[in-house]
């Protein structure tokens, strides 16, 4: 359970008098006042940086240099280590033929078309008996049968323009639906070669990016500003070399991953010029211990009583005597089962300077130390305030027993500020209201008191 606690009772200035022979044992009884009220939630805590990234090595390969010591304060972009990886140039290498060898080839459709036929032979032929009977009919005297004739004539050689004509247009339209049904089936062809030949070409340019990158990566530099720590590389065993393959060429395959828990043993080589190692071993972690932050775990009980802004006392195992300043900036959400079966919510804090006892500045902490959080969710400058002894629970009512005309009246009050001495009383009570701050749980209604 968290913890509350108040300022001393001695500040709410209650009026106590001592036990009479005509009182009930252990009772006693004091006048209300006005003091001030501090509602305090406790929770433990850890000390984080304001951001921390492990730098890791792309590919298998052999530290070729390295530009930094254990604890070495660096700036953002600095150069931290370089990595030897003719693996890694390789894949590069592979990667640049296979994207040149991606260019799309074009796709043809294929003419097909009948040919014409030739008629101007045949049509030569025809004129020429045209022309022969045209002449055998005018030599007819009879002149409205020789203008039969001549009729008949023409309207057989115009009957034979219409039939050639025809032949034509059939030829044109055949060739037309050839040409249609071609088109037809060999677009559905040229759209799927169009598509594959994309996916080829998206496919190579990813793998190229991600060879880049991972050559890129062999220079290792710093995200931010911040402190190094040195890693330790598994010796270049730590990784297969089928996975760590198919891990490089995804696209970021070769990138620094911050924050992810390392592949390399613990028990590994310390990285130093020259060390082998594999890809995701961990080189160098660089931590920003600019502005240090607070992770506190509050119980659900209390979480609702926090807000941004709130501010809190912290006290750290690894310097006792000393007190630090924190803010809350923010309430998670996510629950988090505690070891006893509770519910805790994560609440971030700012870490401020700290101080000891006599007034002297306290050390830095550092990242990762555990602390005590004290925050102040409530205060009351001026409350009417009890004792938190005077306080009975009967369900879900807060009850205290007041003396009215020397009787024990029980009074319904509700609380405000909750301190771990004394509690502020919204209603119920008023200043100068006698009532009992010990012994309450034996009092009955209606008891004589004094």
Not at 25 to 40: D, F, Y
């Amino acid at each position: 359970m968290t913890l509350r606690r108040g300022i001393a009772p001695l500040l709410v200035l209650f009026a106590l008098t001592g036990c009479t022979s005509e009182e009930p044992p252990n009772v006693q009884v004091g006048e209300v006042r006005r003091g001030p009220v501090t509602e305090v939630v406790e929770a433990p805590a850890t000390i984080g940086a304001r951001a921390s990234a492990t730098l890791r090595s792309p590919a298998q390969g052999t530290i070729a240099k390295l530009y930094v010591r254990e604890g070495d304060h660096v700036r953002k972009g600095e150069i931290l280590a370089k990595i030897s990886s003719p693996e890694a140039r390789s894949r590069l290498k592979q990667a640049r033929q296979a994207s040149k060898a991606a260019t799309p080839v074009g796709f043809a459709t294929p003419a097909v078309r009948l040919p014409s036929f030739d008629t101007r032979s045949f049509d030569r032929k025809v004129a020429a008996h045209f022309a022969r009977a045209r002449k055998e009919a005018r030599k007819v005297a009879d002149a409205g049968v020789r203008r039969q004739l001549l009729n008949a004539i023409d309207l057989a050689q115009a009957q034979h323009k219409a039939q050639t004509r025809a032949l034509a247009s059939i030829t044109a339209q055949l060739n037309r639906s050839i040409s249609g049904m071609l088109s037809g089936v060999t677009s559905g062809l040229a759209g799927s070669m169009a598509s594959l030949q994309a996916a080829s070409k998206s496919q190579a340019k990813a793998a190229l990016k991600a060879a880049e990158s991972a050559v890129k990566s062999l220079t290792i530099k710093a995200p931010f500003a911040g402190v190094v720590t040195l890693g330790r590389a598994s010796g270049g065993g730590g990784m297969p070399s089928g996975v760590e393959g198919l891990l490089s060429q995804l696209p970021g395959g070769g990138q620094q991953l911050p924050s992810v828990p390392s592949t390399g043993s613990a028990s590994g080589s310390p990285v130093a010029t020259g060390v082998p190692v594999s890809a995701g071993d961990s080189i160098v972690t660089v931590t920003d211990v600019s502005r240090l932050t607070l992770d506190a775990d509050v119980d659900e009980t209390d979480v609702l009583l926090v807000n941004k802004g709130v501010r809190a006392a912290v006290e750290l195992d690894a310097v006792p005597g000393a007190t630090y300043t924190a803010v809350v900036t923010g309430i998670g959400v996510t629950p988090m089962e505690g070891t006893t079966g509770g519910v805790s919510y994560p609440v971030r804090l700012t870490l401020g300077p700290g101080a000891f006892d006599d007034g002297s500045e306290a050390p830095t902490p550092k990242p990762g130390m555990s602390a005590v959080t004290r925050l102040t969710v409530r205060e009351s400058p001026s409350a009417v305030s009890a004792p938190a002894s005077a306080i009975v629970s009967s369900g879900r009512e807060s009850v205290v027993w007041a003396i009215r005309n020397g009787v024990a009246e029980r009074r319904v009050v509700k609380l405000g500020a909750q301190g771990d001495a004394v509690v502020e009383v919204l209603s119920g009570l008023s200043v100068g209201d006698r009532i009992v701050v010990k012994g309450a749980d034996s009092v009955r209604q209606g008891q004589r008191l004094p």
